[in-house]
């Protein structure tokens, strides 16, 4: 049996902007997993909670992130020259609560991550953290091309990181056009994963506002919505960079002020978009989030598309965080049991049952 497992992630600063080929944005990878093993068989299948009892197998016309994943790993299995061995996929995910709660920390990222891993170690196809995420990517876009794939760097590479994203039309056609070995190899223009060292004292506090609108459509109205000006554009896209330079800085050389100001300048680059978007990215709960967070001297955003989910706060030592939580509880805000992962003081440890990188066991 092959084994792996990818953590979830939560957007720091950077949301939309990332979208646009070039944009940056800061994410962290946090403790909770989407595990995949896989046994041989006769022939593919993959078991999980959203099919349903029965096991679905390989090549149905399932136009998700599964199928893309087990399909771009093929590609490449056969452009080595090797063809991909079957197996019994299960997945097993982690990210929602057992209530059914889903929070947003990006299932589809973690799952093609976990897949990627499994099906290349089951043919013998070495990959590190920056294959990885480039295979999975491929993966991703061929179901969601407007995708920034912030959520797959994080889930590739785990801990805080920095991420500029790439032109996935163009990356896309040169996988039609000459494979995918071809594709992974050679320049990915303005794509960049690059870790971060995690901030001291895990400042990182997650909130929960309620289930929002999906991802796609908040995006997709941010395109299609109001004609926005380009030179309006072009400001908060700015504005939005200047913020995730400060703060990447900012977290790199451990500097707790200029950290809270990227994260203020970050929130004030997305309210910005929201007003030209007509997007409701920070929903009352979350303007509520922030100002109990601000009150205690913890800098505080949205995090992800917004419209509900997430919110984070970074909270410095001096910050109290239990009373900060049971005022999030008493607003109806639920606080996360997240930490930012691999943790800060065990960097080498994966937890009990997690295979960062995948293992076979007999
Ligand atoms: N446990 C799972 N089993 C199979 N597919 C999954 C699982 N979790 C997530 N997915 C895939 O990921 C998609 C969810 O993606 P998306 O809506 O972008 O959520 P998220 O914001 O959590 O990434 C699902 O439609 C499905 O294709
Ligand atoms: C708007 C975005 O920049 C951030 C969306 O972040 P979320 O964390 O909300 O996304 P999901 O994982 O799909 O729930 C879109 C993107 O980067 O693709």
Redesign the pocket.
């Known amino acids: 049996m092959i084994e792996a497992s990818a953590p979830g992630?939560?957007?720091v600063a950077?949301?939309?902007?990332?979208?646009e080929p070039g944009g940056s944005?800061i994410l962290v990878a946090v403790d909770r997993f989407v595990s995949v093993s896989g046994v041989d068989a006769e022939v593919g299948s993959v078991q999980s909670s959203h099919y349903g009892a029965e096991p679905r197998p390989w090549g149905v016309e399932a136009h998700d992130v599964v199928s893309a994943a087990i399909e771009v790993v093929g590609s490449l299995a056969r452009d080595h020259g090797r063809t991909a061995r079957p197996l019994a996929l299960t997945i097993d995910s982690g990210l929602d609560d057992s209530d059914g709660s889903k929070y947003?920390?990006?299932?589809?990222?973690a799952v093609v991550v976990a897949i990627v891993r499994v099906l290349a170690e089951a043919n013998d196809v070495p990959l590190d953290a920056q294959t990885t995420l480039r295979l999975a990517l491929l993966a991703t876009w061929a179901v969601n091309p407007?995708?920034?794939?912030?959520?797959v760097a994080a889930s590739s590479l785990g801990g805080w990181i920095r991420y500029r994203s790439a032109d996935a039309a163009e990356l896309l056609d040169r996988r039609e056009r000459f494979g995918v070995a071809e594709a992974l190899t050679g320049e990915w223009g303005s794509l960049a994963a690059t870790p971060l060292p995690a901030p001291e004292g895990e400042p990182l506090l997650v909130g929960w506002t309620g289930s929002?609108a999906s991802?796609?459509a908040?995006?997709g109205r941010s395109r299609q919505g109001r004609a926005v000006r380009d030179a309006d554009y072009r400001a908060f896209f700015a504005e939005s960079d200047a913020a995730v330079s400060e703060l990447g800085a900012a977290i790199a050389r451990g500097d707790d002020d200029a950290r809270a100001s990227g994260i203020r300048h970050a929130r004030a680059a997305l309210a910005h978009y929201a007003t030209l978007t007509g997007i409701e990215i920070e929903t009352p709960a979350l303007t509520e989030l922030c100002a109990i967070a601000e009150r205690h001297g913890a800098p505080a955003k949205s995090?992800?598309?917004?419209g509900g989910?997430c919110g984070i706060a970074l909270a410095g030592r001096a910050v109290d965080r239990e009373r900060l939580r049971a005022e999030w509880l008493a607003a109806d805000i639920r606080p996360l049991d997240l930490r930012a992962w691999p943790h800060a003081t065990t960097t080498t440890e994966a937890p009990a049952g997690v295979a960062a990188t995948p293992r076979r066991t007999p």
Do not use: H, Q, R, W
């Open positions: 992630k939560l957007f950077g949301e939309y902007a990332v979208v944005a947003g920390l990006g299932s589809s990222a407007a995708a920034s794939g912030g959520d929002p991802t796609a908040l995006v995090s992800g598309a917004g989910d």
